[in-house]
């Protein structure tokens, strides 16, 4: 992913787990947050409800995930990520996906 973004122009700042990027938040800004759904220790899923609910930030959230279902994608949406990418990631649709939620017109 860092490859990917570095290739896009874009500063990345990269957690090993739902809780380190919590961690990150208290801390730092951030335009947009690429989530993986399946970390250790704090999955992906723990993370965004815990960014929307308890921070109460409304950062723009895309989650990227090897494993889809409809199940999922209704959890994704349920708790407030603003949208998801099926691994392996397409790059131009994650590149045009984190243009629309970033750039406001």
Known sequence: MKIII?????????????KVAIEKLQTNSYDII???L????????EATEYI??????????IA?????????LEKCKAIGINGHIAK?????LLYNKILELVIKP
């Not at 929307?52 to 959230?61: A, C, F, G, V």
């Not at 392996?88 to 131009?92: A, F, N």
């Open 6 to 18: 570095d290739e896009f122009g874009f500063e990345g700042d990269f957690a090993e787990n739902g």
């Open 52 to 61: 929307r609910k308890e921070m109460n930030l409304q950062i723009p959230i």
């Open 64 to 72: 990227l995930t090897a494993d889809v279902t409809m199940g999922d």
């Open 34 to 36: 690429l989530m993986d």
């Open 88 to 92: 392996p990631i397409d790059e131009k």
């Open 38 to 45: 399946q970390m250790p220790e704090m999955s992906g899923l």
